[in-house]
């Protein structure tokens, strides 16, 4: 599986931004898609994850105004993270994350970061 990651960059506070992560390879064996960041000086922390069942899960600090989706189409697979109400403690380095059921084991598969800076 290989992620491809796009959008980010800088809004004011208050704004929205949208991230997107396209999979493409063997996304049959994908069975979970999730957004992580990581902040300077902190560890990555989970934002927001999406199921193949269509299920979500958020982060406290991101309830109601982040929101997660997927589409699926033939060999891929493109995961948003539609994010309002931004605050500067949102600026991180975002990261796509698919998780692969592979023979029983779970594999993790990281695309590139995005910066997303939230700054006056």
């Known amino acids: 599986v290989q992620l491809q990651a796009s959008g980010g960059g800088l809004v004011q506070p208050g704004g929205s931004l949208s991230l997107s992560c396209a999979a493409s390879g063997s996304i049959r064996s994908i069975i979970r898609m999730a957004w992580h960041r990581q902040a300077p000086g902190k560890q990555r922390e989970l934002v927001a994850g999406?199921?193949?069942?269509?299920?979500?899960?958020?982060t406290d600090s991101v309830q109601g105004r982040f929101f997660i989706s997927i589409t699926r189409y033939p060999g891929k697979n493109t995961v948003y993270l539609q994010m309002d109400s931004l605050k500067p403690d949102d600026t991180a380095v975002y990261y796509c994350?698919?998780?692969?059921?592979?023979?029983?084991?779970?594999?993790?598969?990281w695309g590139q970061g995005t910066l997303v800076t939230v700054s006056s």
């Open positions: 999406i199921n193949n069942n269509g299920i979500t899960d958020y």
């Open positions: 994350n698919a998780q692969q059921s592979l023979e029983g084991a779970i594999k993790d598969v």
